[in-house]
């Protein structure tokens, strides 16, 4: 397994792909900073995974398989293993970089809001900052076997533009609500009460557009994980059938 992730790692080294766990959460970080340095916590945790975190997972996942497909996979069906362990190696591959990001952007975050004395710092500790990490590389993690299934019958572009329209609507419309259980809405459902952070970039607190007491509920987090990781296992499992069933023909 350790040969194969260095083998992949060797086709993206010199490109975004192979430094993207720490460009976007830089990016995130400057734009927080940029808009306002004494909020740069609330700004660049709200922006991360509501727009630059779907949008890097997106890109990446997609380049990914997009590399090998204007090859004609013709290299990658020829080799002497079964086409389900290369499709877990690639969705591995950018689960291992998702997982970076999230930790990196978490970290970077919380030093920047000790850094600039920011508003709410004191609240989110390296605790909540990891925890939600975590958290986020968990409930977002179904994408990227959805993003290499879409890309390979939609390509690259349109997955992009899908996913991230599904992210951005999805989240912004049903995290606070009832049905905030769709899986495009679990992760900044799930911020609520952890990072206390609403959709909308606003506080969880009372008086806020869209708050209500149950939001900062832990008790919403197992459920979460629960739809999210199911949503990863058979999203999973239908794009290593399509993608051997493609191997065959």
């Given at each position: ?225 629960v739809v999210t990781c199911l949503c990863f296992v058979v999203v999973t499992e239908i794009s290593i059938r399509v993608y051997e069933r493609k191997g065959m023909k």
């Amino acid at each position: 397994m350790w040969n194969n992730l260095c083998a992949e790692q060797m086709k993206y080294r010199h490109t975004f792909l192979g430094k993207a766990f720490l460009v976007a959460p830089l990016l995130t970080l400057l734009l927080g900073i940029k808009l306002s340095p004494a909020y740069v916590v609330l700004t660049s945790f709200n922006w991360w995974y509501m727009f630059l975190l779907p949008a890097m997972l997106s890109i990446v996942s997609c380049s990914c398989g997009e590399k090998d497909r204007k090859l004609g996979e013709k290299a990658v069906f020829t080799l002497p293993v079964s086409l389900k362990r290369v499709r877990l190696i690639k969705i591995f591959y950018c689960s291992l970089w998702l997982f970076l990001a999230c930790i990196v952007q978490c970290i970077l975050t919380f030093v920047a809001g000790q850094i600039f004395q920011a508003k709410y710092s004191d609240t989110i500790t390296i605790f909540h900052a990891l925890f939600a990490g975590v958290l986020l590389f968990l409930t977002y993690s179904w994408q990227v076997p959805l993003c290499l299934l879409l890309e390979q019958k939609c390509g690259a572009a349109a997955t992009i533009l899908i996913n991230m329209a599904a992210n951005i609507i999805l989240s912004a419309n049903f995290a606070t609500e009832g049905m905030w259980l769709i899986p495009y809405a679990v992760p900044a459902r799930l911020m609520c009460p952890v990072l206390k952070i609403l959709p909308n970039g606003l506080p969880a607190e009372p008086g806020n557009i869209t708050f209500s007491p149950q939001l900062l509920s832990w008790e919403s987090i197992l459920p979460g994980l629960v739809v999210t990781c199911l949503c990863f296992v058979v999203v999973t499992e239908i794009s290593i059938r399509v993608y051997e069933r493609k191997g065959m023909k």
